[in-house]
């Protein structure tokens, strides 16, 4: 079965963010980038337990993807799948503490 995949807020702004410094050098890799970062959640859908576990948040519920260098974060319901964030593999998690701190609730 294919679980529902909902984007949070946050990270459709993570997104718009990427494709925006990408754009800067080349409007075909930024577009390339998004693309893949949402086919990705495709797979998600179909394989939720695909990604491995946040290692900075030991939460099995709360998983990652990667694409290129970014981190697809998404967190697995019983019913959803809610991506969380879309981060540089180089970023801390630290500073998008917020975001993590509500994994265990509705997003």
Do not use: C
């Not at 800067?24 to 980038?33: C, E, G, I, N």
């Not at 697809?72 to 809610?82: A, E, F």
């Amino acid at each position: 079965m294919v679980a529902q995949v909902v984007w949070s807020p946050e990270a459709v702004e993570d997104i718009e963010a990427i494709a925006q410094y990408i754009q800067r050098d080349s409007l075909f890799y930024a577009k390339v980038v998004a693309t893949r970062i949402f086919e990705t959640s495709a797979s998600i859908a179909a394989f939720p337990g695909i990604g491995r576990v946040v290692p900075e948040l030991a939460d099995s519920a709360v998983r990652e993807r990667f694409v290129y260098s970014y981190r697809v974060i998404y967190r697995v319901d019983s019913d959803r799948i809610t991506v969380l964030a879309v981060i540089h593999g180089r970023r801390l998690l630290e500073s998008l503490g917020e975001r993590f701190g509500n994994a265990q609730g509705d997003a």
